[in-house]
């Protein structure tokens, strides 16, 4: 029995290498058989033992069925050894779960590896296992070249922060601040992340330059250029890269014989602002300048504070004594702009608001506050509760009341911010191309109108196409930027994954004082004084809390100078509603029960 299976061993060395025709040779000659196809062996074969029963069945059986039958036994036996190496190469080319971080494997997970590869395998097929995995298994891809967000650290005071209840006094409703929990400014700055955030599909954004000023179907100005419809619609199509109008579309470069131009000297400094820029504007002498407070050493010597006013506004400020040569007022370097893109003072704002990043080509992150608006809280501190926390590189404040596009339109005409023929045509442009009124299947977006006066950014790709596009609507239709916000935030949002972080105005209240234009202020009367009130940041705890005086039951956080008399809340009771409406902002926003 031994001897025939060593037979048929070799019977199947015999047909697998059958295409060589001196190993044939020597496995006929190992059989002993001298089974040879042409005349003369079979005579060699007649003359062999007779008393061999094995011979005898070749004698009396025909050679070509006796052939076929080796055959096929050949065949099966090498159809059962390929099947049985090929089991052993499955098994040992995925012995351990696959790793789709791309590490390598374990010291013990490559010592079993090998220990069960040099079990079943050859030398041959052991190399060749090696040499796959060493295709494989590459090295640890290098870490995402982008900013991924963090938590808070168990047990830190703003992990478990929940905003309170709104005051049960119904007669005190309207815009007010609530709590906001801040980190210390010191642990914002050590968060402060070390990459850009992710910008999704578009990688590298440019600005047409264009002085053809070509005029398009409508819209459009000599200091935005003028864009057709065609080129708006390829704006909204996101793509790695894009090149788009964003302002300062002649001259040399933003601010040099661009429009909205700044002296060489005031450019220099804003080139070297690589970090963080707090930015404001004034024009036609509308404000009065309102400095930062609470600002940590660190942000005086780090933190760019940039305030923009017109020649009308210099004027001003230099008869009243307000500026003198050093052109500083406070932390903010005021910078005076010449030939001014458009005769609407409200316009002309919305230059530095939307395009920071063309202002300031090096700086990181920017933070926008309207004229009229006095900072109380440290720009760390609020990029870290307002961007990194939230791992958004876009933040702004919903509206305190509106949420609705159509609403808000309503409301700019009943106040008359801007003419009511342009405002219906920009909003029955929008329904056209699919805008509607906000509903809960708009979640998680919370709403569809911001409260514009605050602007939290961080410069990368999509943010700067954001706003890009956002002022190109500004530039197309009209300057009130609540009515665009949406449509242009949807029609990104709908090519990429990204959106905005959209906070409530009550927080927005808790780092920025509301003040009133200068018109307001000059016909008020002096207010009477106001003692021991005063803002303080809880290093602790991280959270601002307000320190009311002892006399009262209620806190004061707003500006005691922005405190009417009783006589003139008696008399706004018989003003006009607009004016009312300015009252009751008023009195909501500095008492908060």
């Known amino acids: 029995m031994t001897n025939g299976s060593s037979r048929v061993g070799s019977l199947g060395s015999l047909v697998v290498r059958s295409s060589s025709n001196g190993s044939l040779q020597q496995n006929q ?24 029963g094995f011979i005898w069945i070749f004698k009396f059986v025909p050679r070509k069925k006796v052939g076929m039958l080796l055959l096929s036994l050949a065949s099966f036996a090498a159809m059962l050894w390929i099947l049985y190496i090929a089991k052993g ?51 640890a891809p290098p870490p995402p070249a982008y900013f991924t967000g963090y938590t808070l650290p168990p047990g830190n005071p703003c992990e478990d922060f929940r905003m309170p209840p709104p005051p049960a006094d119904k007669k005190k409703t309207g815009p007010r601040p ?16 070390t990459l850009p955030s992710y910008s999704p599909v578009l990688h590298n954004l440019t600005y047409i330059h264009d002085e053809s000023f070509i005029k398009s179907e409508f819209g459009g100005s000599d200091f935005g250029g003028y864009p057709s419809l065609k080129q708006r619609y390829e704006s909204y199509d996101i793509r790695e890269s894009m090149a788009v109008h964003c302002g300062f579309v002649r001259g040399d470069r933003p601010g040099r014989k661009s ?31 309102q400095e930062p407070t609470n600002i940590s050493e660190t942000s005086k010597k780090s933190v760019c504070f940039f305030m923009f006013i017109d020649e009308e506004t210099e004027k001003f400020m230099r008869t009243s004594g307000k500026l003198d040569d050093s052109k500083t007022v406070g932390l903010w370097k005021v910078v005076t702009i010449y030939n001014l893109p458009y005769t609407d003072p409200r316009r002309n704002g919305k230059v530095p608001k939307l395009l920071p990043h063309r202002l300031f080509p090096n700086a990181r992150y920017s933070i926008w506050l309207d004229g009229k608006l006095k900072l109380v809280v440290d720009p760390y501190q609020i990029l870290e509760r307002f961007l990194w926390r939230e791992n958004a590189s876009f933040a702004i404040s919903r509206h305190y009341k509106r949420f609705d596009v159509f609403l808000e339109a309503e409301a700019n005409k009943v106040a008359a911010k801007y003419d009511n023929a342009s405002i219906d045509f920009q909003i029955d442009f929008y329904k056209k191309e699919g805008l509607t009124h906000y509903s809960s299947a708009k979640l998680p977006i919370k709403s569809d109108v911001p409260e ?15 706003t890009c596009l956002w002022f190109n609507e500004v ?9 665009s916000f949406s449509t242009v935030r949807d029609k990104i949002r709908s090519k990429t994954n990204w959106t905005v972080n959209m906070f409530w105005d009550c927080e927005r209240r808790n780092f920025v004082l509301q003040g009133y234009h200068r018109d307001v202020l000059e016909n008020w009367a002096p ?45 706004k009771r018989s003003s006009s509603r607009g004016h009312r409406k300015i009252a009751a902002g008023s009195r909501n926003a500095i008492n908060r029960s």
């Open 178 to 193: 609530c709590p906001v929990c801040y980190l210390p400014v010191e642990d914002c700055i050590a968060l402060m992340p």
């Open 452 to 466: 514009g006066c605050v602007v939290i950014r961080e410069h990368n790709p999509i943010s700067n196409l954001f």
């Open 259 to 289: 429009g909205f131009d700044i002296n060489d000297s005031d450019l220099f400094q804003m080139d070297q602002c690589n970090g963080v820029v707090v930015s404001s504007a004034i024009f036609g002498a509308y404000d009065l300048i």
């Open 527 to 571: 207010p009477p004084p106001v003692t021991g009130t005063t803002v303080v940041v809880n290093s602790q705890s991280a959270i601002i809390v307000e320190k009311p005086p002892k006399n009262s039951t209620e806190s004061n956080v707003s500006n005691a100078k922005k405190t009417p008399s009783k006589r003139r809340r008696r008399d």
């Open 89 to 139: 190469e499955i098994n040992q080319t995925n012995p351990l779960p696959i790793k789709l971080s791309g590490d390598s494997p374990s010291v013990d997970e490559r010592k079993d590896q090998e220990e069960i590869t040099s079990a079943t395998m050859n030398d041959q097929m052991r190399v060749t296992l090696y040499d796959d995995k060493r295709v494989v298994s590459h090295a």
């Open 29 to 52: 000659l190992g059989l002993g058989l001298g089974f040879i196809s042409n005349k003369k062996g079979s005579k060699m074969f007649a003359n062999k033992d007779k008393d061999n």
């Open 475 to 483: 530039d197309r239709f009209t300057s009130r930027d609540q009515i």
